[in-house]
């Protein structure tokens, strides 16, 4: 069990996280890659997401606003998103992401115009939750492995 407090209110999120769909075993293996020689891997990762995927999302926007849509542009930029958010295991906007090709594919404008909705609300919800996890991430500090290193 773990001693600090923090450490364990930091465990109970990260799990939720899981638990609510909003993250898959992807944010596993990126915590994996993360060690001694690059504490705050995880964390600069996703913050790079979120700053690559906001021109995405702009993009999408602006594609959405011209008609007659453009499906297979409109597909290019949700692959490319989609990539972006599997290298993070952002489950839930993953899902959203499909959902939307899938319209595209059908050339269901109106369902493109739904599932982008709400793909961005997932997105800001998983980056308001992330935000929280990694701010209470530095306040505990580094986590204690030598007592539960797999040997």
């Known amino acids: 069990m773990e001693r600090n407090p923090m450490r ?32 705050n891997f995880v964390e600069e990762v996703v913050t790079l997401y979120y700053r690559d995927s906001a021109r995405i999302i702009l993009n999408l926007e602006q594609a959405l606003e ?11 930029l949700m692959h490319q998103f989609k990539g972006s958010s ?12 499909t959902l939307f090709r899938e319209y595209c594919k ?9 599932a982008f909705q709400q793909l961005k609300r997932e997105y800001a919800t998983l980056k308001r939750k992330l935000e929280a996890y990694f701010q209470l991430a530095r306040q505990a500090g580094p986590a204690e492995t030598a007592c539960c290193r797999k040997e």
């Open 106 to 114: 059908s050339g269901n404008g109106e369902g493109c115009t739904r």
């Open 8 to 39: 364990r209110q930091l465990a109970i999120m990260r799990q939720s996280l899981f638990d609510q769909g909003y993250l898959d075993e992807q944010f596993i293996q990126l915590e994996e890659l993360q060690d001694d020689a690059n504490p």
């Open 66 to 76: 011209r008609k007659p849509f453009d499906f297979n542009k409109l597909d290019g």
């Open 86 to 97: 599997s290298s993070i295991g952002a489950k839930k906007v993953k899902a959203e992401c």
